[in-house]
T-cell receptor
Framework: SQQGEEDPQALSIQEGENATMNCSYK?????LQWYRQNSGRGLVHLIL?????REKHSGRLRVTLDTSKKSSSLLITASRAADTASYFC???????FGAGTRLTVKP | GAVVSQHPSRVICKSGTSVKIECRSL??????MFWYRQFPKKSLMLMAT?????????EQGVEKDKFLINHASLTLSTLTVTSAHPEDSSFYIC????????????FGPGTRLTVT
């Protein structure tokens, strides 16, 4: 299984701070995706990074990929209370998700 | 954008009855749809993958006779929970992919099932 595993499991920060969460996977990949889930809702696709990319930006999101370590990180800069959600990664076509990182941004 | 809807959003049923949940891709054709269940504060658990016009592929441990999946068209997949029990109470989420070569999934808003 290429299931991504996120850490930390939970992260609590103050509004305005940056939040960093990590994802590790087991085998070689073509791409890795990050998703967000607000409580009681479906997942929303945030960003996809390909195996030949090392870093990708989308607004306040920055994703890095280190294929040698089989890991990726998602950085949310200048966090807002609305960023409070669970974040998941998924590798390639594997539709299995890890436990996710529950981010709480306190106003 | 790509929108996926689910119906109903919430359903309460009695033990022993069956419940059907619909998943529709509203503005694109989905060759593949996925069904997940999620317990409170837990991750999504993939139940099955359904391809249009063929039988669903179930994950290990998921009873295919209990969770019937039908993907009759490129825009509709249904999940029927048969003879529901209280332990089937959960949040069920579907997702859709445009074509087999695509990676991005579009998720429905989920269906909260409560079995009394």
């Amino acid at each position: 299984s290429q299931q991504g595993e996120e850490d930390p499991q939970a992260l609590s920060i103050q509004e305005g701070e940056n939040a960093t969460m990590n994802c590790s996977y087991k085998t070689s990949i073509n791409n890795l995706q990050w998703y967000r889930q607000n409580s009681g809702r479906g997942l929303v696709h945030l960003i996809l990074i390909r195996s030949n990319e090392r870093e990708k930006h989308s607004g306040r999101l920055r994703v890095t990929l280190d294929t040698s370590k089989k890991s990726s990180s998602l950085l949310i800069t200048a966090s807002r209370a609305a960023d409070t959600a669970s974040y998941f990664c998924a590798a390639n076509n594997d539709m299995r998700f890890g436990a996710g990182t529950r981010l709480t941004v306190k106003p | 954008g790509a929108v996926v809807s689910q119906h109903p959003s919430r359903v309460i049923c009695k033990s022993g009855t069956s419940v059907k949940i619909e998943c529709r891709s509203l503005d694109f054709q989905a060759t593949t749809m996925f069904w997940y269940r999620q317990f409170p504060k837990k991750s999504l658990m993939l139940m099955a993958t359904s391809n249009e016009g063929s039988k669903a592929t179930y994950e290990q441990g998921v009873e295919k006779d209990k969770f019937l999946i039908n993907h009759a068209s490129l825009t509709l997949s249904t999940l029927t929970v048969t003879s529901a029990h209280p332990e089937d109470s959960s949040f069920y989420i579907c997702s859709a992919r445009r074509d087999r070569g695509a990676y991005e999934q579009y998720f429905g808003p989920g269906t909260r099932l409560t079995v009394t």
